[in-house]
């Protein structure tokens, strides 16, 4: 005979278990900022306990009109920097009592429009948009469910440039990629060669712009950029392109994110050349591979988990009023930049 399964417990079912009213076991469960004594509180959650209760979270956010969840929308979570990103989400989260879920969108802007469509059924608290935004996501639809999500009550919080509803958590990639080429020049260099994303992807566009600027202002000159991803992938081909072409020796790479600077220091030692001492590389980022791999890669530092953990607090935070300074970016040079003699 196979057993029937067992319904599952009710919050009356807590209640009556604990011995306290329906609105006390209420307020220990649901998180109710109203204060329940200890001794209540122990009695409610040992009986929860007791007998498996789970919150129903639809409920909740049909009763309150949004859920204790925080929607985090990456580009690709094999990539460190989007970990570290969520790992500071998360820690935000679990203070606030709050469950993080995470979307992907790839970077593809119709993509994205149906993830946050989707989401919008969940009615999250907040949405962190952590991947880097496209000039042509309006096209795609994503300004209009941004728009229906924040009429819900939902608040959207994006890494650079916000707008309208959205609130901005400000990262300074002009200012850290102009300092990045000035100390390269510093270190001797004058011929320079960018790996990129695709023109409109705001990162990589102001990544480039402010190293481009930067290495102008210490006598450099960039001899080509090339555009692609931000994947490793991505650097390797980009780089094998323009070995293709010719790199002089002393030339130096910078790829405008460590993953794809990493990609291309492989791409530089399978085409027999010497990563460093041959031809100098340079990333963005300073996630933890970066220091590993050798040579060791010289990047700009970004508080990636603090970055994540702010754009927690703006999507929570009733007081938060966006004039925060920028993270600092401070500048890291290791041997993928050895000194031009």
């Not at 994303?197 to 006598?219: E, M, N, P, Y």
Request: hydrophobic content about 45%.
């Amino acid at each position: 005979m196979v057993a029937q399964p067992r319904s599952a417990a009710t919050l009356h079912d807590v209640a009556r278990e604990a011995g306290v009213s329906l609105a006390t076991a209420s307020r220990v469960l649901n998180g109710s900022v109203r204060k329940v004594a200890e001794s209540y509180r122990e009695r409610v959650e040992e009986a929860a306990a007791r007998l498996g209760y789970t919150a129903n979270l639809s409920a909740q956010a049909t009763a309150r009109g949004t859920s204790a969840i925080i929607a985090l929308l990456v580009a690709d979570i094999a990539d460190p920097y989007f970990g570290q990103l969520a790992a500071g989400v998360v820690r935000g989260a679990d203070e606030a009592g709050l469950v993080v879920t995470i979307a992907i969108t790839e970077r593809d802007a119709e993509r994205e429009a149906r993830l946050v469509r989707a989401l919008r059924g969940q009615r999250p608290q907040g949405l962190i948009l952590a991947a880097s935004r496209n000039e042509d996501e309006d096209g795609a639809g994503v300004r209009a469910e941004l728009d229906a999500f924040a009429a819900m009550g939902g608040r959207v919080v994006a890494l650079g440039p916000g707008g309208g509803d959205v609130r901005a958590v400000a990262v300074d990639n002009v200012g850290g990629a102009r300092a990045l080429g000035s100390a390269l020049t510093e270190l001797g260099y004058r011929e320079a060669l960018i790996l990129g994303a695709r023109t409109g992807v705001r990162t990589s566009d102001d990544r480039i712009a402010g190293f481009t600027d930067g290495f102008a202002k210490g006598d450099g000159r960039v001899a080509l950029t090339l555009r692609g991803g931000f994947t490793r992938e991505a650097g390797y081909s980009l780089m094998s392109e323009a070995l293709g072409r010719g790199v002089e020796r002393g030339t130096v790479v910078f790829g405008v994110s460590d993953v794809v600077a990493i990609g291309a220091l492989s791409a530089i030692r399978d085409a027999g050349r010497e990563p460093g001492t041959d031809i100098a590389v340079c990333g963005f980022d300073d996630i933890p591979t970066s220091r590993d791999v050798r040579p060791a890669l010289t990047t700009v530092h970004v508080p990636l988990e603090d970055l994540g953990y702010r754009a927690l607090r703006a999507a929570i935070d009733d007081e938060w009023t966006g004039d925060a300074e920028p993270l600092p970016l401070d500048v890291l040079l290791r041997s993928s930049t050895p000194p031009r003699t």
